[in-house]
């Protein structure tokens, strides 16, 4: 067995090391770069005078503390911080050094039933997140009465690849196994892959971190698709078996 990797740095480039430590053998490929968004200067005036800020990756809150750390700007006191994910809330509690409510499962649904956004009629929530996704949680939230903002705290850019060449280099390397952890990764992937490539990428196992995404993935043909239930590496590993 062999893996492709294909999250984007430094979690990508951590899975890998992680896999090597168990001697898995694995293929770092990343699909997406991460760059500082274009409204973090938006920051420094919408967080004061927000109730509630949501951060819906480790990438939203790395830049947004990046931010609020350069121009000497506190995180406030009296503001309720949530997340996505575990990881997420691990790097939002220790840079805020307040306490941070995430779902068990690391996804927009189980975000919402959470029972700090059951009642947020007039609240102001700022949600912070890349160039695009999450609606579900915007859509949701305003239908609930409050106030929400999204700011763009990251850049995606896809990472364009010869689909050819670099199945190829898979198939003579024994790739069995793609980890793919967001549903405009796995589009991207997809999209790069000419029709006579698809049937064999589509017949390896994917693994990717919620129902959501594993949905999407049936419907572009994958065929042994399984919810690790979170984006974390730990999690990840765990459902190679590794841990």
Same mark, same amino acid.
């Given at each position: ?5 294909? +999250?984007?740095?430094?979690?990508? =480039? ?29 920051? /420094? ?12 990756? =480790? ?59 059951? *009642? ?5 929530? /700022? ?28 850049? +995606? ?15 003579? *390397? ?12 796995? +589009? ?9 490539? =698809? ?16 949905? =999407? ?5 994958? +065929? ?20």
């Amino acid at each position: 067995m062999t893996v492709l990797v294909t +999250r984007p740095a430094p979690a990508g =480039q951590q899975l890998c090391q992680q896999l090597a430590q168990v001697g898995q053998p694995a293929i770092y490929h990343p699909l997406i770069s991460i760059d500082p968004g274009r409204e973090l200067s938006e920051l /420094l005036t919408r967080l004061p005078h927000s109730d509630i800020l949501i951060a819906v990756s =480790q990438h939203a809150a790395h830049f947004a503390d990046l931010t609020l750390s350069q121009n000497q700007h506190p995180w406030p006191t009296n503001t309720l911080y949530l997340a996505v994910g575990q990881k997420t809330a691990h790097v939002l509690s220790k840079a805020t050094q307040q306490k941070v409510h995430y779902p068990d499962i690391s996804d927009s649904e189980h975000l919402l039933q959470l029972p700090q956004l059951q *009642q947020v009629q007039d609240k102001k929530i /700022l949600i912070l997140r890349g160039n695009g996704g999450r609606e579900l949680i915007y859509d949701t939230l305003t239908a609930r009465g409050a106030h929400v903002h999204y700011l763009e705290a990251y850049q +995606r850019h896809n990472l364009v690849f010869d689909a050819k060449r670099s199945v190829a280099d898979w198939q003579a *390397q024994q790739v069995d196994t793609l980890v793919v952890t967001s549903a405009e990764q796995l +589009r991207f992937l997809f999209a790069q892959l000419p029709a006579a490539i =698809q049937p064999w990428v589509q017949k390896q196992r994917l693994l990717v971190p919620s129902a959501r995404i594993c949905t =999407q993935a049936h419907q572009l043909g994958f +065929r042994h698709v399984v919810n690790v239930g979170g984006a974390s590496n730990n999690e990840i590993m765990k459902a190679l078996q590794l841990t």
